[in-house]
């Protein structure tokens, strides 16, 4: 999200990866999005937002399953030494 | 990009592969729906059914809304086209879908005004810069989608316009799923749940799944990580005989959905008695229709619409494409009659029906790819 | 497609599976099913091309499916002969003891005028790139201008404007022309059409059909930007972007790629259809496969970024100063070498190579470790919903 257009409360601009893009934001209204927050779009509608601590918690997770992973993948190259 | 990036490692993937063929029990085989289109498609865009174990297979469901939309319908929304004073328009793979007599490429072809949009907003301008034509949307999609056409419609109604109508396809995902989950020629274990139509319904409405039909549903997110990260959810629940929903997909999905987007759905429209599905009959209180507060952006009402029924052609085995019995390449006229440049069913046409996918993406067995990606 | 269309399809499935096997082949076990219906799709693949519909759609144009059942079924069968058959971008041509290269192009985009350049550049640009794609150095234009009634003759001034630059930085002449006026309505404010005609030295034997199994395949640069730019440059879509077309005359990099690689086979500039269609062509003429590598293949962020907003592939979308590169596996680092020290090709980059097996089909590894088909699309992408 980078910014809002004062006379038109349902609009706001997005950015991704340098693609700017007017969406409209009127499903998010109970909880409205600020600028720096992500969001969901789909059909010119933002859907969603991202919920960052979920993200995190999510990508911890799969940080754990690669760091088991590596772990063993060592202790087994390991144990092929012997 | 962040948020998608991160969730397509390859090296995690490989974590989680080994960690899902660990969990699989030998000699059992495993067969998993994924509802969603947008799975099929990122299911085999990045190729991930090579990271799973022969055990596991994955199904495809009816989730794809444009594959379950009836000929009829298109016929009829040809016939909305086709009057003089319509602009017709439309999300782009809906433009290839054929009914009895060609897709909206072809009528485009004949002269009709068919013309594509990205978003329902697009229409919405379409009809302000032509007031002296009737701009009629072609609204399909399951509840994803459903909520932007609601938005539009009560912005309609707020500009006052009187030139713009909606004809409406929506359908919505969970009596279908029942469907399935009642036929008798189908085993399933698990069910990758729907990712985006989640945002708006929530995970509440799949409990009945765990709940009465004993089987684990997982909300996926879209990325392959994503995938694979559900699958191993599911495969643990399995592995512990434990059938309950949960929500991988929570950086995105709330569990009680979105509350503006289910009463902008609630303003403007309501629940069909009943719909048919391609290749699945006659569904109840599956599909969407204008309801009379807005009559006067309903295209079934201001126009004559001939809904007439036309039958799945026989040699179409979609139907069971759809409910994940037959793998595409089962199909008798798979890749023959049926391709993507003549789909007979619209599980070739849609970039996310399994017949597309599997065309245009995974036509070959596992061996040959092994071998190729050895060289 | 048109009424009955359902029941033609059918009757030649039938007539197809009762001349080859006997009868469908299920229900027999997993793999071997499978096998026999990839058989069963490359026999209708390779079968005779048929136009079926009975008038012209947009994915006729799209360099796709669509266009290649069109050109062979219609033209190549109305106008055979061998100098046509092999259908690359220009033909070769022996006159009076000289190897001539000849082309034309005909430029129909809309918006004229877009971020990068206008139809003009690309005018001028393709008609050179077709010629250095057939490794031939190129030297005089023809411009033929079909005008719409109405159409500003100041937006003629700098079309022709960047047209006599474009010609100076490629060095050509545009020598010969044709002017034409249609009614208001028709022709979109302006076609062009450019035919070109350049030399090809002795020693240079340039086709897609010369590649084998072995040979690396190199892209020039980023991909996609000229396509995503033209998407955005309509305006309807409310997205801006920082992206400007590609658009760019090739025949310079050609020159200093050819100087240093004897082992080039072939050449292909991505337009319409984009890299993915290049490469099917590539496997479809050398009757081998191509497997490329999704995290070799260079995109900018940003072509990366309006891609997915807009639900396509940038595989598929057009490039205007963009060649793919097929040559001998062991100079596949020279190759590199001579492409980057050129500014034109700055990015170049190997992206694959051409294997025995199987044949015809072009696979990508995908960045997340699996493997995929990547086929002609029938049309134009079309963007994807839900």
């Known amino acids: 999200m980078i910014e809002f257009f004062p006379d038109q409360p349902d609009l706001a601009r997005v950015d991704v990866s340098g693609v700017r893009r007017v969406i409209n934001v009127g499903l998010l209204s109970d909880e409205p999005p600020v600028p720096g927050d992500w969001v969901l779009i789909h059909v010119g509608f933002a859907l969603s937002k991202i919920d960052e601590e979920e993200a995190a918690s999510a990508l911890a997770f799969l940080e754990g399953i690669g760091q088991a992973y590596e772990d063993e993948l060592t202790a087994l190259a390991e144990s092929r030494i012997e | 990009m962040r948020f998608v990036d991160e969730f397509r490692d390859s090296e995690k993937a490989r974590a989680l592969a080994a960690k899902i063929a660990g969990l699989c029990e030998p000699g059992r085989q495993y067969k998993l729906m994924e509802v969603c289109g947008g799975h099929t498609h990122t299911i085999y865009k990045h190729g991930l059914e090579d990271y799973l174990p022969e055990q596991i297979t994955l199904v495809h469901g009816p989730g794809c809304p444009v594959c379950v939309i009836p000929m009829g319908r298109v016929d009829d929304a040809m016939a909305l086209a086709a009057e003089p004073d319509v602009i017709m328009t439309s999300f782009g793979d809906m433009m290839r879908v054929p009914g009895s007599n060609g897709s909206f490429f072809d009528a485009k072809a004949r002269g009709t005004d068919i013309r594509m949009v990205y978003s329902p907003l697009d229409s919405l301008k379409i009809a302000r810069q032509n007031p002296d034509k009737r701009v009629v949307f072609m609204a399909i999609g399951f509840e994803t989608t ?11 109604a707020a500009e ?24 008798p020629d189908l085993r399933l274990d698990g069910f990758i749940g729907p990712g985006h139509v989640s945002t708006v319904i929530g995970c509440r409405p799949y409990e009945f799944i765990a709940a009465d039909y004993g089987k684990p549903v997982v909300v996926a997110g879209f990325e392959p990580l994503d995938i694979l990260q559900s699958i191993y959810l599911l495969m643990l629940q399995l592995s512990a005989g434990r059938s309950v929903v949960e929500n991988q997909y929570s950086r995105v999905v709330p569990w009680d959905g979105n509350v503006v987007a289910l009463r902008a ?7 069909r008695p009943y719909f048919e599905w391609r290749g699945l009959g006659f569904i109840s209180h599956s599909a ?34 759809l409910k994940g019995v037959l793998k595409p390449w089962e199909c008798k006229v798979f890749g023959t009659a049926c391709t993507p440049e003549t789909p007979i069913g619209t599980c070739m046409v849609s970039p996310e029906g399994a017949c597309a996918a599997y065309y245009n993406y995974g036509r070959l067995t596992r061996t040959r790819v092994t071998e190729a990606s050895r060289t | 497609m048109t009424a009955g269309w359902i029941d033609r399809a059918l009757s030649e499935h039938e007539q197809q599976t009762a001349a080859g096997r006997s009868g469908s082949p299920q229900p027999l076990p997993g793999t071997v099913r499978e096998e026999l219906v990839l058989e069963r799709i490359d026999r209708v693949r390779r079968a005779r ?18 266009t290649q059942s069109l050109i062979e079924a219609i033209f190549l069968d109305a106008f055979r002969n061998p100098l046509l058959e092999p259908l690359e ?34 005018a001028v640009n393709g008609t050179v790139n077709d010629l250095a794609m057939a490794g031939a150095v190129p030297h005089y234009l023809s411009a033929g201008f079909i005008l719409e009634e109405g159409f500003p003759v100041e937006h003629l001034n700098t079309i022709t404007a960047s047209m006599r630059e474009a010609a100076l930085v490629a060095d050509v002449q545009i020598v010969t022309g044709d002017t034409k006026v249609v009614e208001r309505g028709k022709a979109d404010g302006c076609y062009i059409n450019t035919a070109g005609v350049g030399l090809v030295e002795p020693d240079v034997n340039i086709g897609v059909a010369n590649a084998r199994p072995g040979d690396a395949i190199l892209v020039s640069g980023p991909i996609g930007d000229h396509g995503v730019t033209i998407m955005l440059a309509r305006g309807e879509l409310d997205i801006e972007a920082d992206l400007e077309s590609d658009t760019a005359p090739l025949n310079g990099l050609v020159a200093a790629l050819l100087a240093g690689t004897p082992g080039v086979r072939a050449l292909r500039d991505a337009t319409r259809g984009g890299v993915a269609t290049i490469l099917n062509e590539i496997a479809r003429a050398a009757d081998a496969g191509v497997v490329v590598s999704e995290d070799a293949i260079p995109v900018r962020d940003v072509v990366r970024g309006a891609a997915e907003l807009l639900g396509i592939d940038p595989m598929y979308v057009a490039c205007e100063g963009r060649m793919v590169v097929v040559v ?25 190579h051409v294997v025995a ?24 992408p079309l963007p994807r919903i839900c």
């Open chain 2, 146 to 156: 459903a909520p932007s056409t609601a938005m539009t419609m009560l912005r309609a």
């Open chain 3, 89 to 122: 971008d220009a033909a070769r041509l022996e006159i009076g003891g000289a190897r001539v290269a000849l082309t034309t192009d005909s430029y129909v985009v809309s918006p004229l005028f877009f971020p990068g350049g206008n139809i003009g550049d690309l």
């Open chain 2, 265 to 271: 759905i609630g303003q403007t429209m309501e629940l």
């Open chain 2, 160 to 183: 006052g316009l009187k030139n713009f109508s909606i004809f409406c396809n929506h359908v919505t995902i969970v009596p279908a799923i029942k469907a399935i989950l009642d036929s």
């Open chain 3, 357 to 380: 097996e199987p044949a015809g089909i072009v696979q990508l590894k995908t960045a997340f470790g699996g493997t995929r088909i990547v086929d002609l699309l029938v049309g134009d």
């Open chain 2, 288 to 321: 969407l229709k204008v309801n009379a507060d807005f009559a006067a952006f309903d295209a079934e009402l201001l126009f004559d619409v001939p809904g007439v029924r036309v039958a799945d052609p026989k040699a179409c085995q979609c139907g069971e494409v």
């Open chain 3, 328 to 352: 001998d596996g062991s100079e596949a680092g020279a190759a590199l070498a001579a492409l980057r020290a050129h500014p034109a090709g700055a990015q170049a980059a190997v992206i694959g």
């Open chain 3, 49 to 66: 091309p048929r136009v079926r519909e009975d008038r012209i759609t947009m994915s006729h144009g799209a360099g796709g499916k669509a």
